[in-house]
């Protein structure tokens, strides 16, 4: 480490951020994108070379949304936001790194074959292409598990369950998770049998725009289920 009043780390020319940097970088960006979480924010810790606390809080104008099963921030537009974003986390240049994402964001994807487009820092980690074929066909493996397609079924059923007590509840501290529990039968058809779509259920950005990301349309049965899921799940920028 070098002895001075800015501190690099050995080899780089990465500043580290101290705590009451992070701290205010934290509540700046809370400030300009309220939805998101201060914990998604561990694992920034540098400001790269020519880089400013300014120029990461302009970063963050392209997220659109926090998808508050997985916490994964979702941006629109061209570019790899994810490795500018990245570039925060990590003390050497990373250029020639592969960046993975964790698999939450494989399963959580809005069209067929690639993952959610996610610059939450705390899903991103440094890897090889090998590593990141990998990931691609475990969320292969894991979709087509039949654990996993019960468990994403359940949820789906306990969360319109829930939904529908709240609703109909004069007072919503009276729901409670058996009662919850008790009821989700009722809404276990509006499970596809299906569920290769995983935790992404139907996500979009527009308000309108939540069709089903396996085939495009739902079903008569589905499509009020999925719409309805995707509205109370996704954090959106107002």
Known sequence: MKNSKTQYTEGSTSRIMNPASKEALIKRAIEKVPFLKKKDFKKINFFPENETEDNFIK???SIQYRYSISGCWVYTGGGDLYREIFKYTHATQI???????????EISRD???EHIKCCNPSHLMPGDNQENSTDFKMRKKLEKNVVYKELVREFRSNVLSLYDKLYNAKDPNSVDRKAVENDA???YECSDDD???GLSLSVGVGDGDHSNVEGGSDSDSDEGCTDLLSKLLIS???
């Open 185 to 187: 039968c009722e809404h």
């Open 195 to 197: 569920v290769g779509a």
């Open 111 to 113: 069209i067929a074959n």
């Open 59 to 61: 970063l963050l104008g």
């Open 236 to 238: 959106k920028k107002e």
């Open 95 to 105: 250029d020639r790194l592969t960046i993975r994402h964790i698999i939450l964001c």
